[in-house]
């Protein structure tokens, strides 16, 4: 069954940048929508951003627009997020999600329910 791994979390000083990567194995997700959201403490879980199978179309929550960037890897089974200029407030545990059949409409990806598998997530901690 499909596994999802996140890697690259850490410590990041505001306005610096750092790179998430998420592995998938099990079988190929080269064509289902990933997603990366994210959980700080005391709140719930929330969209950040969305690739599209074949990675040409990227969308993204209203909170990190402009700052995030998705991109994937389908030779390679893996999706990456770029965080550049976080403030303190990016702070976090990052999940990749991966969504559960093909053909989802992007309308829908902004929704936890679209996805039916989920890393264990990677913190990323952001210091003023």
């Known amino acids: 069954q499909v596994q999802l791994v996140e890697s690259g979390g850490g410590l990041v000083q505001a306005g610096g940048s750092l790179t998430l990567s998420c592995t998938a194995s099990?079988?190929?997700?080269?064509?289902?929508?990933m997603a990366w959201f994210r959980q700080a403490p005391g709140k719930e879980r929330e969209f950040g951003a969305a690739?599209?199978?074949?990675?040409?179309?990227?969308y993204y929550a209203d909170a990190v627009k402009g700052r995030f960037a998705i991109t994937r890897d389908n030779d390679r089974n893996m999706v990456y997020l770029q965080i550049n200029n976080p403030p303190p407030e990016d702070t976090a545990v990052y999940y990749c999600?991966?969504?559960?059949?093909?053909?989802?409409?992007?309308?829908?990806?902004?929704?936890?329910?679209?996805?039916?598998?989920w890393g264990q997530g990677t913190q990323v901690t952001v210091s003023p």
């Open positions: 999600a991966a969504e559960s059949t093909p053909g989802y409409s992007e309308h829908y990806y902004g929704f936890a329910t679209t996805y039916d598998y």
């Open positions: 099990g079988r190929t997700l080269r064509h289902h929508a």
């Open positions: 690739a599209s199978w074949d990675g040409k179309s990227s």
